[in-house]
């Protein structure tokens, strides 16, 4: 009884050590973005147009912050955004730099609402898709409406159109 009890022990302690499980992976959860900030500077000289959304508090609560901008026509710009998850005002956190390090995971969409403009990607992932931290706005004639700026986590960024910008078929969440 005393063999069996230890033998049965034994390959309990052998099977536990040998067979490591291995930790669970945990994936990347959705960014919390409380300010988006996209500076489009023009590439003649001239002052930039800073938009700007702020929702300090995070969903629910105060209502958020936004700063539009005019834009010249016929002009091109050059873009860049912010995203900064600003909750806890003594940690602000970039998460511009973690959508850059994990950028084939991650696209900045653009969607003019009744504007007549064109927004191109300038920057690219380790796979030559875009990413949309980087871009270039072309205007054209006057018009007036809105922008709508959706970060991608996971798109499948080889999906048709979706490296011209188009969401439709990019699938992924957002963030």
Not at 9 to 34: Q, R, W
Not at 48 to 63: H, I, R, S
């Amino acid at each position: 009884m005393k063999i069996h009890f230890f033998f049965a022990f034994f390959c309990f302690l052998l099977l536990n050590t040998a067979c490591e499980k291995s930790d669970p992976v945990i994936p990347n959860e959705e960014e919390l973005i409380t300010t988006v900030r996209y500076t489009l500077s023009p590439t003649d000289g001239g002052e930039a147009v800073v938009l700007l959304f702020q929702d300090a508090d995070g969903d629910g609560g105060e209502a958020p912050i936004i700063q539009n901008g005019t834009l010249a026509q016929n002009t091109i710009y050059t873009g860049t955004i912010e995203l900064l998850n600003e909750l806890q005002l003594d940690l602000i956190e970039d998460i511009t730099l973690e959508v850059a390090e994990e950028a084939e995971d991650h696209q900045i969409f653009y969607t003019p609402n009744n504007l007549n403009l064109t927004v191109n990607y300038t920057d690219e992932d380790s796979n030559e898709n875009p990413i949309g931290i980087a871009t270039s706005v072309e205007t054209g004639a006057a018009s007036n409406g809105t922008l709508t700026i959706v970060l991608r986590h996971e798109p499948i960024k080889t999906a048709e159109n979706v490296a011209t910008g188009d969401i439709t078929n990019a699938g992924g969440e957002t963030d």
